[in-house]
Each structure stands twice: as C-alpha cells, then as structure tokens.
C-alpha cells in the first residue's frame, strides 16, 4: 500500500520549472484542481523532465498512429502562465515518471511515483496523478525543453555540460574551453 496517493483527475494547470542558477537548479512538476488550489509539486530531475518530454511526442504518435482521426494539438506556450507558483513545498522526490492515455476520456496521465528509500518496497512509494488534456500536456513538454534549455550550455567538442566558469575538455587535450 502506497504511503499516499494524490489523484489530479482533472488537473486545471499542469507545469514543469526549474528553480536556482544553472548546474545547481531543482526541476519541479506542479499541478492543481480548481476545487483544490494549493498545488501538487514534486521534485523531478532534469534528465525525468527530458524524458518526459520527448515520450509526450512518442505517445502523441501512436495516439495519432492508433486514432487516424485525432490530431495532435498546437499550443502557444505563455512563458508567465508556465512558470511554477508558490508555495514550492515538494511532496516527494520522483523515482520514475511515465504517461498514459485513457481512450474513454481522452484524457493523459502522467504518473509520479516516489524514490524508493532503502530498506522499503515499491509499493510503500507515494503516487502522484495528473490527468491532463493533450493540449496540456502539449503545453508541458514544450516548456520542459525551453526549462531544459535555460541552463549550462553542452560543449560541442564532447559534449560535456560546461560551467559557468568553463570546463576542461578532453578533446582538447585537458585544456581549458
């Protein structure tokens, strides 16, 4: 048994956001329910929300490759509508994220499910659902890569992230780039 389930089903507004400066920041995803205001946040990892984002597309396609009728939407992504809102009071830490869809609804979950601590099981991990409208999650993913986008710059000789200071490249020998 889960230590707790949160169940968004809708959510009103779903998001993603990265709080501190490049290479020290906290990834978020955060959602509400109009009948419950205080938000749902729980701390993810860059590498989840990248994930994440590029499963939106791969599970847009076989909605589409499944439902030949049904487009995929397109959003214009409001940078001041995305942004994460206060209180940033993180539930839990997310060990694994992943999506799915409901073809009765329409409707496309995106499960958080908690870091199993040691010396606990899986199924004493907390659980976070969000249900959300393609739009939505369209909406999501998009700002994912432009919060991704936000931080260190990847060095394009090895692909390494690069500080603020610079970094050490081993393509070039060790010196400095």
Not at 53 to 72: C, Y
Not at 117 to 124: D, H, R, S, V
Not at 136 to 163: H, M, N, S
């Amino acid at each position: 048994m889960p230590r707790f389930e949160i169940d968004l089903n809708p959510v009103q507004h779903i998001t993603v956001d990265a709080i501190g400066q490049p290479g020290a920041r906290v990834f978020y995803i955060q959602g509400w329910r109009e009948s419950d205001p205080k938000p749902v946040t729980i701390i993810i990892e860059k590498i989840q929300l990248k994930a994440l984002a590029d499963g939106v597309d791969t599970l847009f396609a076989e909605i589409a490759r499944k439902n030949p009728g049904q487009s995929t939407p397109v959003v214009q992504v409001e940078a001041e509508k995305m942004t994460i809102t206060p209180p940033v009071d993180p539930l839990f830490r997310a060990g694994e994220l992943g999506l799915g869809y409901d073809v009765a609804t329409k409707l496309i979950i995106v499960l958080a499910r908690e870091v199993i601590m040691e010396g606990n099981g899986p199924e004493e991990a907390a659980e976070a659902r969000f249900w959300c409208t393609p739009a939505q999650l369209r909406c999501l993913a998009d700002w994912g890569r432009q919060v991704i986008e936000r931080g260190r710059a990847v060095c394009p000789l090895c692909g390494q992230l690069v500080d603020p200071v610079g970094h050490f490249c081993p393509k070039k020998n060790g010196h400095k780039h």
